[in-house]
């Protein structure tokens, strides 16, 4: 769309203006009276509520954060090899990234998986899969996070049993499921069932976690894709808070204790380039929550008021012009994800704006993340930005912006009623479309793209996956078929579909299912006939 001259007119007066994502009006000069109250006394220390400076009282002085570079794609044995190669080269923890049909609960072998298999992630359809992309990783040892959500209680149940053939028990297992199905409604539409039986099925996963994998991070409530679909930082913030006091509400209301299962939450936010303001988001994230916790929910174990969090640097940053740029703007961001606090962090990899990233773009972004551990500095004292008048600013700006959003949320009942009404969405829209016109009319500088451009660009080597995995997967899976116990698996399953229409904890049962050989497909497929599926109002 053609930017007119009152819009270009616009863009000049808001740029003129100093502004930040979120519209935050940024001074000339900070004094101390632009910071809120008698903000030193407020801030408190860190390890200690409201944990504004962060949830360790040490920081990286005690441990770096982890290094977890999110990886995934074709079949489960070239995951194993980038994964082992991975932690050969330095990383701390892995992350797991799942084709589109294991995201959305089909077999390889599924009609709806045809073209789909192994590109985006990999592919996994049983616990043979599974196996195979952990083989000589022992799981007592590593840390690992599945970005799963709405199948996120079969591919743990899956982990948990790899984990057993292992030798390691469940209690030793330590990581994270993303399992946040509310923002798949919002942003990024991977979901299978609806609302109300998805978040029993997180519910499950809460209590069963709980007594049995007491390490793991039953959920990663997360506003990153909330920001790759074109929201502020100040949206971010409201959006991934109201979420997470959703799920709250859900487990208390399944007769969950609060302080029985609020530790084990994580979240996941995004790191963008305006790096003062990316530094006090996560800060006022941090504070918010903690009183949220304390306040509204009355949860009594201060690990129930801390909010960890791991970070992945802004993918819809990068640029597939000049993907070499990508390099700094990645590092300034990680940079801003460490000075903010995270516990744990992905460095996007350079070349990932045209395709899955190659060995040496990976090794690359990892190198990023340690050259800021090792050689920099800024992780030998806490909270090393804290007392700057602008970032103290910026941080109660946030907050008070956010509570803002959060009242709204509320008085519609939550979030949601408010996901159901479209505000979430209408407001991220409106969000991302004004961030466009910026780009368009070159208010917004984005080097290498729109201005300080290069003709005739090489288009650097790129990984690409063999498209003959499709048909290894689906070989793989008819040898299983055909050697399994299917009687058996047909009672398993009609176990299930009883089980999902009652009230009783899914996850043991799922365990069991995944031990004897039952699919990913097949045990949501028996869901869906019990649950049915969520089909978004959609309108033009």
Not at 280 to 302: S, T, V, Y
């Amino acid at each position: 769309m053609p930017i007119s001259s009152d819009q270009k007119k616009k863009a000049q007066e808001r740029k003129e203006r100093f502004v930040t994502s979120s519209d935050i009006e940024l001074k000339r000069l900070y004094k101390p009276e632009d910071a809120p109250g008698d903000y030193a006394q407020e801030l408190g220390e860190p390890g200690e509520y409201p944990f504004t400076r962060g949830v360790q009282p040490t920081m990286y002085r005690g441990r770096f954060w982890t290094m977890r570079q999110y990886a995934g794609y074709a079949t489960a044995e070239e995951s194993n090899a980038r994964y082992r190669y991975l932690l050969a080269q330095g990383q701390t923890g892995l992350s797991v990234a799942f084709d589109l049909p294991t995201q959305i609960g089909y077999d390889a072998d599924d009609a709806m998986a045809l073209g789909e298999v192994g590109k985006v992630g990999v592919s996994i359809s049983s616990i043979h899969d599974m196996a195979r992309l952990f083989e000589a990783i022992p799981l007592d040892k590593v840390s690992t996070s599945m970005t799963i959500n709405a199948p996120a209680t079969v591919l743990l149940a899956m982990y948990i049993a790899v984990g057993k053939q292992q030798g390691v028990s469940a209690d030793k297992l330590r990581g994270t499921v993303q399992n946040d199905i509310l923002k798949e409604y919002i942003a990024r539409g991977t979901y299978i069932f609806p609302p109300t039986p998805s978040l029993r099925l997180i519910t499950d996963l809460f209590a069963y976690c709980k007594t049995d994998v007491p390490q793991w991070n039953t959920i990663s409530i997360s506003g990153y894709h909330i920001r790759e679909a074109g929201c502020t930082a100040v949206q971010e913030v409201a959006f991934t808070l109201a979420n997470g006091m959703a799920y709250v509400q859900a487990a208390i209301d399944a007769g969950l204790d609060v302080d029985d299962f609020a530790p084990q939450l994580s979240f996941f936010f995004n790191a963008h380039n305006q790096f003062l303001e990316e530094v006090a988001k996560f800060r006022a994230a941090r504070k918010l929550w903690a009183i949220i916790m304390r306040e509204r929910f009355g949860a009594k174990n201060p690990r129930s008021w801390q909010l960890k969090f791991h970070t992945q640097t802004g993918g819809s940053t990068l640029t597939a012009q000049q993907p070499e740029n990508n390099i700094v703007r990645v590092a300034l961001q990680a940079l801003a994800a460490v000075m903010g606090g995270t516990q744990s962090l992905h460095t996007n990899s350079m070349d990932e704006a045209l395709a899955l990233p190659t060995e040496k773009a990976v090794q690359v972004a990892l190198r990023t993340q340690q050259i800021i551990a090792h050689e920099t500095g800024v992780a030998d004292t806490v909270d090393p930005l804290a007392g700057s008048y602008v970032i103290e600013s910026l941080t109660e700006d946030i907050l008070q912006r956010a509570q803002s959003y959060i009242q709204q949320i509320d008085d519609m009942g939550g979030a949601l009623k408010a996901i159901e009404a479209g505000f979430i969405n209408l407001e991220i829209q409106d969000a991302a479309y004004q961030y466009l016109k910026a780009v368009e009319s070159g208010e917004q500088v984005i080097v290498g793209m729109n201005q300080f451009t290069i003709e005739g660009e090489v288009q650097p080597e790129l990984l690409r996956v063999n498209p003959a995995i499709e048909a290894s997967q689906r070989a793989k899976l008819a040898e299983m078929r055909a050697k399994r116990d299917n009687t058996k698996v047909s009672e398993l399953r009609g176990q299930l579909e009883t089980a999902a229409r009652g009230k009783d904890n899914l996850m043991p049962l799922l365990v069991t299912c995944v031990e004897n050989e039952v699919t990913l497909g097949e045990i949501c497929h028996t869901l869906r006939g019990v649950f049915g599926e969520y089909r978004p109002n959609v309108s033009i």
